[in-house]
């Protein structure tokens, strides 16, 4: 069966304690992992594209790479302020599937 | 700036109302559509749509209908049919539906059944 599944459900950091989202896939066909935030009553703000193995993605704080079958998050000294939802997904042919997310809550 | 415009952002509706969602984008994209969020789960899939005047069902179009009668809106009308409507909206557009780019998002419309 094709699906997303994020781990862990929620995490709690202090501020500059570093950790990892992880975002696991058995869709066949990849033709893309999406990574978004999605703060509380709002819709999902994109963040990195992934396309093959082995490739990376940098913004700020944030890192995100991918292997056959996953792909992490890296969040480093994180601030209160990238406390969200972050939601991966994998684009396969036309049809895109939704990992359940991921909320974040860094603590100052 | 370009982007997707939903409203209304709240929306209440009564037992056995059909209510209707806005969606509208200003990208140029050819590609819409509408995920249903609720809370602990993934996105899933009400409708797309791939062109102007033609649209498919998604996982769950159950309850649901769509028109995409101008290439810059998507409309979703939720029916009476949908016994749990009470759920996040959320409207995205891409390039076109087979590109390999990320989906745009809306910044969603909140359906409460009273």
């Known amino acids: 069966e094709d699906q997303v599944t994020q781990s862990p459900e929620a995490l709690r950091l202090q501020e500059g304690e570093s950790s990892s989202l992880n975002c696991s896939y058995t869709v066949s066909g990849l033709r893309g992992l999406f990574w978004y935030r999605q703060d509380p009553g709002k819709g999902p703000e994109f963040l990195f594209t992934l396309y093959s193995a082995g490739e990376e993605k940098e913004k700020e704080r944030l890192k995100a790479t991918l292997t056959k079958k996953e792909s992490f998050l890296h969040i480093t000294a994180p601030k209160p302020e990238d406390s969200a939802t972050y939601l991966c997904a994998v684009h396969n042919f036309n049809k895109f599937y939704f990992g359940s997310g991921t909320k974040l809550n860094v603590k100052p | 700036d370009g982007g997707i415009t939903q409203s209304p952002k709240y929306l209440f509706r009564k037992e056995g109302q059909n209510v209707t969602l806005s969606c509208e984008q200003n990208?140029?994209?050819?590609?819409m559509y509408w995920y249903r969020q609720d809370p602990g789960q993934g996105l899933r899939l009400i409708y797309y749509?791939?062109?102007?005047?033609?649209?498919q069902k998604g996982d769950i179009a159950e309850g649901y209908s769509v028109s995409r009668e101008k290439k810059e809106s998507f409309p979703l009308t939720v029916t009476s049919a949908q016994k749990n409507p009470t759920a996040f909206y959320l409207c995205?557009?891409?390039?076109?539906?087979?590109?390999?780019?990320?989906?745009?998002f809306g910044e969603g419309s909140r359906l409460t059944v009273l």
């Open positions: 995205a557009s891409s390039i076109t539906s087979t590109n390999t780019g990320e989906l745009f």
């Open positions: 990208l140029n994209h050819d590609a």
């Open positions: 749509s791939q062109i102007v005047n033609d649209f």
